[in-house]
């Protein structure tokens, strides 16, 4: 059964600065963190496959983000608009990155694709 991460799941407190998702999610939704503009660091637990549509969208304080082997689709715009945004670390296989899935990150110096 798929354990979505909605985003009435997602933390109440929009000023938070780091969020760790809990195992067990398989997918974070659509729009989960969109505008979460105090969001520095996300950690994503390897039982998350999909990353949605415009999750991360406007997220300007993120700074890194790791992806982990797990994930196999990262959603349209997902990270559109992080403007901090300076890191970004694929791990394993990921079969479909989507449309403008990094547009708007003016810091992004670095994509690394690791095993």
């Known amino acids: 059964m798929e ?3 909605e985003l009435v799941d997602q ?5 938070q600065r780091e969020v760790v998702i809990p195992y067990g999610y398989t997918k974070i939704g659509d729009g989960a963190f969109r505008g979460c503009k105090a969001l520095v660091s996300v950690v994503i637990p390897e039982s998350v496959t999909e990353i949605g549509d415009e999750v991360f969208k406007g997220c300007v304080s993120l700074a890194g983000v790791e ?3 797990s994930v196999t689709r990262i959603g349209d ?3 559109s608009g992080c403007a901090s ?3 970004v670390v ?4 990921v079969a479909r990155i989507g449309d403008e899935a990094f547009e708007g990150c003016k810091a992004l110096t670095s994509i690394k694709f690791a095993d």
């Not at 933390?11 to 000023?15: G, K, L, Q, T, Y």
């Open 3 to 5: 354990k979505v991460l």
């Open 67 to 69: 992806i982990p082997k």
């Open 85 to 87: 945004l300076a890191s």
């Open 77 to 79: 715009r997902a990270f």
């Open 90 to 93: 694929i791990s394993g296989a």
């Open 11 to 15: 933390i109440a407190n929009r000023d």
